[in-house]
């Protein structure tokens, strides 16, 4: 499960995903440079039979995949999928390409985000969708298949995209919009393929798949794109990706304004699905294991501003980093464990995460003020000393709440 959201405003788009896993995937923020074409790639099921090569993309992946589960360019296009329950099996189909694939293919060729939607269309169309999208005993079959649904957005709009299969539907958001797992009842959808009718698509929703498993974390991001304006930033995202309910709360740069609301994580799931939040904390079955959030400016003078966080968002802390710069911490699957020890702390005892914070905003606050002196742009030793303070800091939470280090 997953939740992303997007706003568009005159000068660029402000894009975020938090990717919702099972709790000990571990779930790593990198970049891979351009790739030159070639006959053959492997993807994680299947042998594409071309490679047009791509640009380098950054993204968040599940330390097992291939594919992302957000991708941003050096083209400015950003991708985010959602798991989709449908009335067609998934379980029922050969491998084929997954979700994951599909945001990272995209993302390294498309130029826009409409032309990702041509490609994902055509992808599906090529080599269908399947397999499993959870890590099981058999790397190469894996476990959990399932649909996917796609956010994309680049600095002029956004376009949503829901699949069953080989079937597909989009429709361009002008302004921005929010996804979650389930599909968009009642919308006009602007193209399909793969044998989708638009006029009916809702009806392959899955009958035995409540909604309100999505709907009140719809809720909260559908509010933030609603309430936009011109200038929403990626402090702003962050609040979202930390909501435990229904408002934001942990924006790094109004901390001081607010003073330093903490909302600690719901401590069950609840009858009416209110206790999986855009933070989620299943305990047992799944968290949020890594986050990203960007500001996609239209003026090509301007850099992207990025940053991304490892594990949950409550309990962890936005890194900057970029297309082509990513600091270490970032890739470092210790780091992710402590978060992951972290988090585990805090679900046992939701009042603990005022102790989190307490360890981790000055660290927080520090690297973004230092961020701000060059946006867009790595610091002068490439990230190193970020990386030291962000290590300190998760050491010094783990230790507060008594799960010890890992260093």
């Known amino acids: 499960m997953c939740d992303t959201f997007a706003v568009t405003t005159p000068t660029g788009t402000l894009f975020a995903k938090n990717s919702d896993r099972p709790v000990a995937e571990p779930q790593l923020i990198n970049y891979e440079g351009p790739r030159p ?5 492997a993807t994680q099921y299947l042998k594409l039979g071309e490679d047009p090569g791509s640009v380098g ?10 594919g992302a589960e957000t991708a941003l360019s050096t083209q400015r296009v950003a991708i985010g999928n959602e798991k989709v329950w449908t009335t067609d099996d998934p379980a029922a ?8 694939d ?15 939607v041509l490609l994902i269309g055509r ?21 959990e298949p399932y649909w996917s649904s796609f956010l994309i957005g680049d600095p002029s709009t956004v376009w949503q995209m829901e699949t069953s299969g080989a079937a597909w539907v989009a429709r361009e958001l002008p302004l ?24 009916v698509w809702g009806t392959r929703r899955h009958p035995d798949v409540p909604t309100e498993l999505a709907d009140h974390r719809l809720a909260c991001t559908s509010a933030f794109v609603a309430n ?20 934001p709360w942990g924006d790094p740069v109004a901390r001081a304004h607010n003073e330093g609301r903490i909302v600690p994580p719901p401590e069950d799931v609840r009858d009416d699905f209110s206790g999986v939040s855009v933070c989620m904390h299943v305990r047992g079955y799944q968290r949020t294991t890594a986050s990203l959030a960007t500001w996609m400016p239209v003026d090509r003078e301007e850099r992207p501003l990025t940053v991304a966080a490892l594990g949950s968002p409550c309990c962890s802390i936005f890194v900057p980093c970029g297309t082509g710069w990513v600091p ?12 992951a020890a972290i988090a585990d702390a805090v679900e046992a005892e939701p009042g603990a995460l005022a102790e989190v914070r307490a360890a981790l905003d000055p660290t927080e606050d520090h690297i973004w003020d230092q961020a701000a002196e060059r946006p867009g742009r790595p610091p002068l030793d490439g990230g190193d000393a970020w990386s030291s303070e962000v290590r300190a800091a998760f050491e010094a939470a783990a230790t507060a709440l008594g799960v010890g280090g890992t260093s």
């Open 37 to 41: 074409a070639s006959n053959r790639l």
């Open 57 to 66: 993309t950054l993204m968040t992946q599940p330390d097992w995949l291939w």
């Open 93 to 100: 189909v050969a491998p084929g390409l997954i979700g994951m």
């Open 102 to 116: 599909l945001v990272r293919l995209a993302a390294e060729r498309a130029t826009d985000a409409a032309h990702a």
């Open 123 to 143: 992808y599906l169309h090529r080599y269908g969708q399947g397999g499993g999208g959870e890590r099981g005993d058999d790397p190469s079959t894996g476990t």
């Open 176 to 199: 921005g919009g929010a996804i979650s797992n389930r599909l968009t009842d009642d919308v006009a959808w602007d193209r399909s393929g793969g044998g989708a009718d638009p006029e």
């Open 228 to 247: 936009r304006h011109d200038s929403p930033s990626v402090a702003d995202a962050v609040a979202v990706l930390r909501s435990h309910g229904t408002a």
């Open 328 to 339: 270490d911490v970032l890739g470092d699957s210790t780091a992710w464990a402590t978060v």
